[in-house]
């Protein structure tokens, strides 16, 4: 019996003005990250195109001249809230960071959203790298980069040990007996770590899912080892191919290392596709896009993205010789990387990273896009990608109505849901409730 053929996973990374900075200005693009009905409809279409994941990032801090979709948007624990109640399918994932939350409120969200959605959110863990975050949380600056990953570490384990604190079935309701409880499957957490301490048990029955997913995206020496114990999904920037399929390959090994099978965490790029019945016409898109780019709308970005202000150099000349910094350094690596492997003017580093902020942009007809994605995904640098449409709907339309059929054609992407939970669509076992120290009672 022939085992069946391995095939892609897709997510789309919701940026309700575009991931382009300037894809709000397309023809009939929409100009709002805070329309429920622009991004309900968005989710509709990812589930009719059969999609695995629609995914919602956050920062907490405003700055008036940074990405439009940066300006204002959704609380997302909110929004896929609200959005398990209208979809049925894909999977929903929302950034929370570890720096200000606690586990025991996010432990409970996240459970409470698994059950509203029929066992569909995820995780995307974050530690935040902005210092203007913490100004909006009572505190002067972040921690320093090693240590926010510390927290981040123990946060997820608490968090994963309040899911396990209840059993399967442990809600009985017997009417004749007058039992609502089965106590012996309830037990306290009593946490006492580094960070925090945390009694338990959470106060919501056990996720649909065992665990909703865990979404890291981190490539810092900390941030892949949190990725290979703890991730079920990675969400990677890369622009080279040998230095994708390398990173591909190093982090399953990773993954071995911490007792885990490689083949449960999925890694998915992050691509912009701009789709075009011609070479030409998709080009003449992507031309019109980067037309509308300037100092003012991109600087800022480009700043975040490799830690340095690079307000103050010329933008013609040579990329100078930037340190890493305690801010996020898988982009500054890879953006960095990049520019001084092919020669690069800050002004072409702003280009290239304003319009998919330091993910890779392919353009060309469909077929010609679903042969780099088939390459990719085939040659061992993916198991999937998230898409990141450069303006909505259209781009994102282009993409479900023109590539996506040409990839189940070619047997690569799944044409109907097998399951209904965001595990079955990754093909991931839901896991056990782990077992907990005896010294731990169960409620009393």
Avoid: C
Wanted: charged share 20%; proline share 6%; aromatic share 8%.
């Amino acid at each position: 019996m022939t085992s069946p053929k391995r095939q892609m996973h897709l997510g789309l990374f919701v940026l309700g003005t575009g991931n382009h900075s300037a894809g709000w200005r397309y023809d009939q693009a929409s100009s709002s990250n805070s329309n429920w009905a622009v991004i309900r409809s968005l989710a509709e279409l990812a589930e009719r195109a059969k999609f695995d994941l629609f995914f919602i990032s956050d920062g907490l801090a405003m700055e008036p001249g940074d990405h439009p979709s940066f300006v204002s948007r959704f609380e997302p624990l909110t929004l896929i809230a609200a959005l398990g109640a209208v979809t049925t399918h894909v999977g929903l994932g929302a950034t929370v960071s570890t720096s200000f939350n606690e586990p025991f409120h996010i432990a409970r969200a996240l459970a409470s959203v698994d059950h509203i959605s029929g066992g569909r959110s995820a995780w995307n863990v974050v530690t935040s790298n902005t210092e203007k975050s913490a100004l909006n949380f009572s505190r002067e600056r972040l921690n320093e980069h090693d240590l926010r990953y510390e927290i981040a570490n123990e946060f997820v384990d608490v968090v994963k040990g309040l899911w396990d604190t209840w059993d399967e079935n442990a809600i009985v309701a017997d009417k004749v007996t007058g039992d609502f409880l089965d106590r012996t499957k309830v037990r306290e957490l009593n946490h006492k770590g580094r960070f925090f301490s945390v009694r338990g048990p959470l106060n919501i029955e056990r996720p649909p899912q065992g665990h909703p997913l865990i979404i890291q995206a981190g490539g810092s020496e900390p941030g892949l080892e949190l990725s290979a114990r703890t991730a079920d999904l990675v969400f990677s920037v890369v622009q080279d191919p040998a230095a994708a399929k390398r990173g591909y390959q190093q982090l399953k090994a990773r993954v071995a290392k911490h007792g885990r099978d490689p083949n449960t965490v999925t890694i998915m790029p992050g691509v912009m596709p701009i789709v075009g019945d011609s070479d030409q016409e998709a080009r003449d898109k992507l031309n019109l896009l980067q037309s509308w780019l300037s100092s003012t709308n991109a600087l800022t970005l480009v700043s975040q993205r490799i830690g340095h202000d690079i307000s103050g150099f010329p933008l013609d000349g040579p990329i100078p010789e930037f340190p890493m910094t305690q801010k996020s350094q898988s982009f500054s690596k890879v953006l960095l990387d990049m520019a001084r492997r092919e020669n690069m003017t800050l002004r072409e580093l702003y280009n290239v990273t304003a319009a998919a902020r330091g993910h890779r942009v392919i353009y060309g007809t469909p077929k010609k896009i679903a042969d780099d994605l088939e390459y990719w995904f085939t040659s061992g640098m993916a198991d999937g990608f998230i898409v990141m449409p450069p303006y909505f709907p259209g781009a994102f339309t282009d993409f479900i109505e023109k590539v996506v059929p040409e990839l189940q054609k070619r047997g690569l992407f799944r044409r109907e849901y097998s399951g209904s939970t965001f595990r079955e669509h990754l093909g991931i076992t839901k896991p056990t409730t782990r077992s907990m120290n005896v010294s731990q009672p169960a409620v009393s």
